[in-house]
């Protein structure tokens, strides 16, 4: 059973300290534990079962990221100081996931595991939104869909894996480096960021603040969470300046 049939739980899970690893289900959207998010495992906290087997229980990650985690780690802080597990990890315990699409005579699929994949290596697709200090891009021979054998990545494909890497000092090339082709004279973003760029537009710029009191004023701040980002909201001037809040 591969990870999407359950759920991003994969059946297994091999674990090392030192090595790369991403989240590979949603465990807490709002603060930033999804799918994708992209650590390094620090510390590893075994248990016993019954039958005295010896399993992981916890993984530190430490996603690199001070925004990731945030949430959890304030739940797991005073564990965190009174095991002297430094106060930037974040823990990624097991979870359990009902892989059932439908009881049959009351019985369940449950599956329990910690909900890490290794991620020293990743498709392009799945490294989508990733920010990494030390990027390796394959451009060898790939297999497409298709079955037929290339070299080249498209334009889209090359950005989005070059551009993962948080410097340049960071990113490395694996294989023989080939330009992509530059995009045809019928290529739609082309055309429209000429069109855009042949359009006269004059930029003006206005706060809520620069308008008079004969105006009524109402200020939407579009954030995932109200506490994470208190500090946030009280330094704009707009939201500061006795607006109404949406």
Not at 28 to 46: K, P
Not at 140 to 159: D, Q
Request: glycine share 6%; net charge positive; proline share 5%.
């Amino acid at each position: 059973m591969t990870t999407t049939q359950s759920d991003g739980i994969p059946y297994s899970t091999h674990l090392q300290v030192k090595a790369e690893y991403f989240v590979s289900t949603n465990i807490n959207v709002t603060d930033g534990l999804f799918n994708g998010a992209t650590g390094s495992l620090e510390m590893i906290e075994y248990g016993t079962r019954r039958n005295g087997e010896r399993i992981p229980t916890k993984a530190w990650i430490d996603f690199r990221n001070p925004l990731i985690g945030v949430q959890k780690r304030s739940i797991t802080k005073a564990y965190q100081k009174n095991k002297h597990i430094p106060s930037h990890l974040v823990r990624i315990d097991r979870i359990k996931r009902n892989l059932s699409k439908s009881r049959h005579h009351g019985l369940e699929l449950v599956r329990t595991q910690i909900p890490l994949v290794a991620a020293n290596a990743m498709t392009i697709n799945k490294a989508q939104g990733s920010s990494l200090p030390e990027v390796v891009v394959s451009v060898s021979r790939f297999k497409t869909k298709k079955g037929t054998w290339t070299r080249k990545l498209t334009r889209e494909l090359l950005y989005v894996a070059c551009s993962r890497a948080t410097s340049l000092a960071g990113l490395y090339i694996d294989g023989e480096f080939e330009p992509p082709n530059p995009p045809p004279e019928d290529d739609p973003v082309s055309q429209e960021m000429t069109r855009l760029r042949d359009i006269p537009f004059k930029f003006t710029l206005k706060f809520l603040q620069d308008f008079g009191d004969e105006n009524e004023k109402i200020f939407f701040h579009n954030i995932q969470g109200f506490r994470l980002h208190f500090e946030d909201l009280i330094a704009n001037q707009c939201a500061m300046n006795r607006y109404s809040f949406a």
